[in-house]
């Protein structure tokens, strides 16, 4: 079964400043990667999804990520973050090639400080 | 596109009473809907699977006959909680898919305050 780890629970950061959130996975086969945002009291907004192909995946609202398979990562980046940014994110895997359930991280708190 | 909805979008009930979830996919047929717990700043948790005219698949753990599940059409989904408790309480979000998908699409959740 996969798994995946967000160490951080919280990153506070200063607004234009830039920011990563990490997101590691574990998985003995081929998987899918996704980073979604959440606000309070809403439901997910999906960022960008790595399925196949290049490596660096660019999302909406100026995120990125970077596949790594070595390092089996998936860490969301954005250069300048704004305090509209401030919400929960969360890295999301499944197993690839068609419906399979997906496993959620326990979440990172960005908190964006003016 | 690949809108998909929640009702309500908050409830507040007594214990013991029941309560029904609409999840409906606005612009798309959804094959396969799904239905996440969420407790506070914790991650989501998902509580089964559905398939349009079949049975839903319940992940270990969870109750299916406190958690009913009905997958009616290919475009919405009800979660009812039956005889709610307080330990019932909980943001519940469901989520859709495509036929052959690679995604869901998550509804905007439903917030419910069993006392």
């Known amino acids: 079964a996969q798994s995946v780890t967000q160490l951080d629970s919280q990153v506070p950061v200063f607004e234009e400043a830039p920011v990563e959130l990490r997101c590691n996975y574990s998985?003995?086969?081929?998987?899918?990667l996704f980073w979604y945002v959440q606000y309070p009291n809403q439901g997910l907004q999906l960022l960008l999804k790595?399925?196949?192909?290049?490596?660096l995946v660019k999302g909406i609202n100026g995120f990125e990520a970077e596949f790594n398979k070595s390092q089996t990562s998936f860490h969301l980046r954005k250069p300048s973050v704004h305090i509209s940014d401030t919400a929960e994110y969360f890295c999301?895997?499944?197993?690839?090639?068609?419906?399979?359930?997906?496993?959620f991280g326990t979440g990172t708190k960005l908190q964006v400080i003016p | 596109g690949a809108v998909v909805s929640q009702h309500p979008s908050w409830v507040i009930c007594k214990s013991g009473t029941s309560v029904k979830i609409e999840c409906r996919s606005l612009?798309?047929?959804?094959?396969?809907m799904f239905w996440y717990r969420q407790f506070p700043k914790q991650s989501l948790m998902l509580m089964a699977t559905?398939?349009?005219?079949?049975?839903?698949?319940?992940e270990q753990g969870v109750e299916k006959d406190k958690f009913l599940i009905n997958h009616a059409s290919l475009t919405l989904s009800t979660l009812t909680v039956t005889s709610a408790h307080p330990e019932d309480s909980s943001f519940y979000i469901c989520?859709?898919?495509?036929?052959?998908?690679?995604?869901?699409?998550f509804g905007p959740g439903t917030r419910l305050t069993v006392l």
């Open positions: 989520s859709a898919a495509r036929g052959g998908y690679n995604e869901q699409f």
């Open positions: 998985s003995s086969v081929s998987v899918y």
């Open positions: 790595y399925l196949s192909g290049s490596t």
């Open positions: 999301a895997v499944t197993l690839s090639g068609g419906y399979q359930k997906v496993t």
């Open positions: 612009d798309f047929q959804a094959t396969t």
């Open positions: 559905s398939n349009e005219g079949s049975k839903a698949t319940y």
